[in-house]
């Protein structure tokens, strides 16, 4: 683990959370195609054919985002994370580190459940992976407004450092 804090974080532990982002974002906006495949295997029936390409683009999205957090937790521990700053209250630094390790406790909850329903044909992993998926996603929600409320209420430096791509 990294002995000590960083100030800032590095580039690519910036690609890394704004690809994840991004992948999070399509698997929640392109899902039909995996949905209607999973629900015809379930029955036993045959899958519409339009339906598999999306299916399988479920699947490869869904391995990168495990993949890429697998990497970024990685840096995490050798590199380290600047702390959470701007926040003077405890309890809100408290949401806010509870938020990050609840966010990252998904990004590996959510594919490895999806990937245990698809390739093991886990029912009950599936229940895990759509359940999970919520909670993500309201945990996303409220990840997003604080970094909002960082930067346009508590004008701090947080959200502009993570859009800062090509710092070092
Ligand atoms: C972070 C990555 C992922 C996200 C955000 C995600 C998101 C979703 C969403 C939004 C649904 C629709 C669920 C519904 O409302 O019924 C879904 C279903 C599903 N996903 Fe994923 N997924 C991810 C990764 C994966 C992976 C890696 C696999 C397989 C290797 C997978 C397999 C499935 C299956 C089998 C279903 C149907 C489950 C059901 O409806 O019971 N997912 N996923
Ligand atoms: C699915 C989407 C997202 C996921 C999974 C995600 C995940 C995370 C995680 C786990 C961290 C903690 C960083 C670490 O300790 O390694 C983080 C930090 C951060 N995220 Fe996100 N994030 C997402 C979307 C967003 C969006 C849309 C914004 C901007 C509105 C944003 C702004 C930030 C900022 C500013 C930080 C730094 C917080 C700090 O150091 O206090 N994130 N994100």
């Known amino acids: ?38 629900r ?24 990168a985002v495990l993949a890429l957090a697998t990497w970024r937790l990685w840096l ?3 590199r380290g994370v600047p702390p959470v700053s701007g926040l003077e209250h405890p309890a809100l630094r408290l949401l ?8 990252y406790a998904l990004i590996f909850v959510v594919p490895i459940s999806g990937a245990a329903a698809w390739f093991l044909q886990l029912p009950g992993a599936g229940l895990v992976h ?18 909002l409320v960082q930067h346009f209420v508590l004008k701090t430096d947080v959200l502009r450092q993570m859009l800062a791509f090509r710092q070092a």
């Open 76 to 78: 995490r521990g050798t």
């Open 1 to 38: 683990m990294a002995d000590s804090p960083v100030a800032s974080y590095s580039k690519t532990q910036i690609w890394l959370h704004w690809s994840i982002a991004a992948l999070i974002l399509v698997q929640f906006l392109a899902h039909d195609g995996m949905e209607h495949v999973w």
């Open 40 to 63: 015809s295997l379930r029955r036993g029936q045959e899958a519409a054919a339009g339906d598999w390409p999306l299916a399988y683009m479920h699947v490869v999205l869904g391995l």
């Open 130 to 147: 759509v359940v999970g998926k919520n909670v993500l996603l309201y945990l996303v929600l409220l990840h997003i407004a604080g970094a």
């Open 96 to 103: 806010a580190q509870t938020t990050h390790f609840a966010i």
